[in-house]
């Protein structure tokens, strides 16, 4: 029984740190369900730490399931196919854990290694040696492949490289700002009386126009799809201040947007791919820590 006791004071840790890693409140439960099926099955003479046993096969068990999926090759699910009571089950760990929606994006954007090295480490407080036992890598690796992950993030937030985006980023800000509160004549004072909106059709509902023109019209369908700007974060899509919709933290659009004289010029809306969000990479550079 006392095995069971301690899981079940661990298991919200554990959760909370799996949710972090994979991106999903169902695989992080089945990552600390398998972590705990593997302890029941263990000799108890190998597990000195039962805690830190479980937090190390959690974590592998998430590194497992992220390699497959990008063995996959999975793409997010667009809007219409988004199961729903997944997206809500998440929504809500999202609220009750205050996790970041745009800090799961960006964390999706680094490779498996880069992932687990920064979330065990920056966000959990492992120490690298724990960290290297989880990749099964030396010190010095694990700490190189979390120094890459902050380099990463810092580089993919929207208004942190000064200058020229740093403006552009609180126009965008603002505008996502207006359209979750509605706000039509905001929208408008932010939008280039000229400014034209595009979509992917697959993005929209039926019937749905595909390029609107004009500040008046962009803000008054903008405020009809307050619900998916609820769920957009604000990040650096090719290198420009953009926004992912991530339902549940599960990136599925892209907003790009055109800023020219202090006034959004130009909204385009395209399905999420990966790779799409932080800097813009010099032609021919490879990411590093893949």
Not at 176 to 185: E, K, N, Q, S, Y
Request: charged letters at 25%.
């Amino acid at each position: 029984m006392e095995n069971v006791e301690l899981f079940e004071s661990a298991r919200p840790r554990l959760v909370s740190l799996a949710h972090r890693i994979v991106g999903s409140r169902h695989d992080a439960e089945d990552a600390v369900q398998t972590a705990w099926l593997r302890l029941s099955a263990a000799d108890p003479a190998e597990v000195a730490n039962p805690e830190g046993w479980l937090t190390t096969v959690t974590a592998r068990v998430c590194l497992d399931l992220l390699r497959a999926r990008r063995r996959r090759g999975e793409l997010p699910l667009l809007s219409e196919d988004l199961p729903v009571e997944a997206v809500r089950a998440d929504e809500a760990f999202l609220r009750r854990e205050d996790v970041s929606r745009a800090l799961l994006v960006l964390l999706g954007e680094l490779s498996p290694r880069q992932r687990v090295a920064y979330v065990l480490h920056d966000l959990f407080a492992v120490p690298f040696d724990g960290v290297a036992a989880v990749l099964g890598t030396s010190t010095d690796a694990a700490k190189k492949l979390a120094s890459r992950a902050r380099v990463r993030l810092r580089g993919a937030r929207p208004g942190e490289g000064g200058g020229e985006h740093a403006g552009h980023a609180d126009i965008v800000e603002a505008f996502l700002a207006a359209a979750r509160g509605g706000d039509i004549a905001r929208l408008v004072d932010l939008l280039a009386p000229d400014a034209v909106r595009r979509a992917d059709p697959r993005l929209l509902p039926a019937g749905a126009p595909v390029e609107v023109r004009g500040a008046a019209a962009i803000a008054e369908e903008t405020t009809a799809f307050r619900d998916r700007i609820a769920a957009a974060a604000p990040v650096l899509v090719g290198g420009c201040p953009g926004a992912v919709i991530a339902p549940g933290g599960h990136p599925y659009a892209l907003i790009r947007f055109a800023v020219g004289a202090g006034r959004v010029a130009a909204i385009d809306i395209t399905p999420y791919t990966p790779g799409a969000v932080g800097p813009a990479a010099a032609p021919g550079t490879a990411r590093a820590g893949r």
